[in-house]
């Protein structure tokens, strides 16, 4: 039975992932915080991805590493930086100096996010990144690029969408997997016996995606659910979309601006600035004391 590495088992996909890998392989699940409720083939070993040398020993006698440590959202660039291209670096790297040849990486369909949601797009798309996460995603994808044409590493990269039991708004019909389908994704980047570097998409059988994932299913994945069944509620619920970016790009609420207040859209005019209010004469007419002064510094 093969050993694979979970990083950020103890998140969310992690949580979703786990039971359904159970009994296919030894689980080192590694995160910064506890997984207490461990299972047969389970084992957690406690490491910070940002540091190189926890990720050296997490990574040695590993046949795979399934990648999904770091910060799983929008944050400032500090964060994001330690977390999700340090972080990604350091696992990496280390993975290349122990041998472990296997890679998958969790980027996410923000690394694309500033397609429009009347586009399909398939895997070979220039990237157009919503946010600093999304950023980061596409750093993923580039340095995993490199190690496999660099180091003859086999690297996976899976552009995930919403990995839920069900799909909880309009935004997620598009972009929802579930569990099982993750897993089956997971399973072929492990076990597909024909690969270098490949991109597929995170999603599963839905009806409204925005993603053409040709060559996901090229190499095998026939996703089992759909996010369609749940439409009719979603749809009750969510209105139509509107104007603000949130509703017209594929990143969603990732394409807003800082503060929640909404972005420009491509090709907007915006607003001429407003000029300073002319100082009268007397109100810029400097005192008696501030000339005094002026006439001594000159002096």
Known sequence: MKTILMTGAAGRIGTFLRPELAGKYKLRLSDIKPVRDLQRDETFVRADISKFSDMLKVTRGVDAVVHFGGQSGEHDWDHILSANIIGFYNTLEAARRNGVKRFLVATSNHAVGFYRCDQIVDHTVYPRPDSRYGVSKAFNEALASLYADRYGMQVFCMRIGNVNREP??????????????????????????????????????????????????????????????????????????????????????????EGGTRSRLAGETAPAPKRKAATSKRTSRKTPAKSARKRKRTR
């Not at 996901?216 to 969510?238: C, M, N, T, W």
Request: hydrophobic residues 35%.
């Open 168 to 257: 909880i708004d309009r935004r997620r019909l598009a972009i929802w997997i579930s569990g099982r389908d993750m897993a089956q994704l997971v399973t072929i980047g492990i076990e597909h016996p024909k690969l270098h570097f490949e991109v597929v998409y995170g999603i599963s059988d839905n009806a409204r995606t925005w993603f053409d994932n040709t060559n996901a299913f090229r190499l095998g994945y026939r996703p089992q659910d759909r996010s369609e069944p749940h439409a009719v509620e979603i749809l009750k619920r969510d209105g139509p979309p509107g104007t603000a970016p949130e509703d017209i790009y594929q990143g969603g609420g990732h394409c807003m601006s």
